[in-house]
C-alpha cells in the first residue's frame, strides 16, 4: 500500500487541513514510510501508534499559527446586537419584559443627562437599572451629562465616565466596558481614555454593519436608528447585512420616546422588530458579547 497525505487525512484531527507549511512536508514522508511499513507488518495497532505519533508532532510543529487563528472566532450568520439609549423609563417597563418574552439580550446605556435627576415619570431609576442587571441586561456607559466628546478634553472625557462608572459601583452593578458616545460623535481622545479605562466596545452612529476583523471596536458603528421616519423595510435590510462575518447593531431610544419624538419607537412597531427577529432565528445579543468575535490584536 502507498501512503498519500490524502490517504492519511480521514484519520487525522480536523485541525490537520490548516497546517500547509513546506516544513512539515519531510516529516509527512518520514512518517509515511513508517506508517508503510507498519501495513507490511499488518498490524493495525502499530499503524495507529504511527498516526498518532504523527499527529503529535505536526501539532507542535505549528501550534502557534493555530492558536492565533483559534482567537478570531468568526461571527455566525444574522448575529443582532441591541441596544438602547438615555435611560428612558420604559427601558424597565416595557422593552426589558418584552426581551424577555423573546428570549433576547441587550445593552442599555445609562446617562444623566437631560431630566434623569428630575423626571422620574420618564427616566428610569437607579434600582431600575440595578434591576435591568439583575435581570441579565447588560449596563453601558453613556456618560454623567449626554455632552459630545468631540471638543472636550481628556479630563472632561474622564469626569463624564467614572461618574456612571462609580454609580454603577454604588449599586452593585459591574464597572461597564462598553460605552455609547453622547449624539454619535467620536473624538481620538476618548478613544484614548476608552481604551485605557479597559472598554471594549464603544457605539458611534452610522449605518452600516460592524465587521470586527475591519472596524475599530471603540468606533463600533450601528447599523440601523430606530426613528419615526424608518420603514419597516429599511429594518429588514438593515437585518440582512448580518453576514459574511459582520454584525448588526440596532440603536433605539424610548419605546415611546415622548420627551425626544425624532427618536421615537411605538411599542407596538417594536414588537414588531422582536417578532421578525425572532421569524428569521437571528441571535440576539448585547455589546459585550462580541468580544469572541474580535481578533486577538483587538
Ligand atoms: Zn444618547
Known amino acids: 500500500m502507498t501512503c498519500y497525505r490524502g490517504a492519511l487525512e480521514p484519520l487525522l484531527p480536523p485541525t490537520f487541513a490548516l497546517m500547509k507549511t513546506p516544513k512539515i512536508k519531510p516529516i509527512i514522508h518520514f512518517f509515511c514510510s513508517f506508517k508503510n511499513s ?27 499559527k493555530l492558536a492565533n487563528q483559534s482567537r478570531l472566532l468568526r461571527p455566525p450568520e444574522k448575529l443582532v446586537v441591541l441596544t438602547f439609549d438615555d435611560s428612558v423609563v420604559n427601558h424597565a417597563t416595557i422593552v426589558a ?12 446605556f445609562i ?56 454609580q454603577c459601583a ?29 472598554y471594549k466596545f464603544a457605539r458611534a452612529g ?27 423595510e429599511q429594518f429588514t435590510s438593515a437585518v440582512a447585512e448580518a453576514k459574511d462575518g459582520k454584525i448588526a447593531v440596532l440603536t433605539f431610544h424610548g419605546v415611546p420616546d415622548r420627551q425626544h419624538p425624532w427618536v421615537n419607537t411605538e411599542p407596538a412597531q417594536f414588537e414588531k422588530y422582536l417578532t421578525y427577529l425572532k421569524e428569521q432565528d437571528c441571535t440576539v445579543i448585547a455589546a459585550r458579547d462580541i468580544a469572541k468575535y474580535l481578533p486577538k490584536s483587538k
Not at 419584559?97 to 442599555?108: E, H, I, V, Y
Not at 431609576?125 to 439583575?134: E, M, P, S, V, Y
Open 170 to 198: 454604588k449599586h452593585q452593578i459591574p464597572r461597564p466596558t462598553s460605552f455609547c458616545y453622547p449624539g454619535y460623535a467620536t473624538s481620538p481622545l476618548a478613544v484614548e481614555v476608552l481604551r485605557n479605562r479597559g
Open 97 to 108: 419584559p418584552l426581551l424577555k418574552k423573546f428570549g433576547f439580550s441587550a445593552t442599555f
Open 38 to 64: 507498519m501495513y507490511k507488518l499488518n498490524s493495525s495497532i502499530n499503524s495507529m501508534i504511527a498516526v498518532t505519533l504523527l499527529c503529535t508532532l505536526l501539532s507542535a510543529d505549528d501550534s502557534p
Open 111 to 166: 446617562t444623566e443627562g437631560f431630566e434623569f435627576l428630575t423626571n422620574k415619570t420618564n427616566y428610569m431609576t437607579w434600582d431600575q437599572i440595578k434591576g435591568l442587571h439583575a435581570a441579565g441586561f447588560e449596563i453601558g456607559n453613556h456618560t454623567r451629562y449626554h455632552q459630545g466628546v468631540n471638543g472636550q478634553t481628556t479630563e472632561q472625557i474622564e469626569a463624564g465616565i467614572i461618574y456612571i462608572e462609580e
Open 206 to 232: 452610522g449605518s452600516t454593519a460592524f465587521d470586527p476583523v475591519k472596524d475599530d471596536p471603540l468606533r463600533m458603528p450601528q447599523v440601523f436608528d430606530s426613528k419615526p421616519g424608518v420603514t419597516f
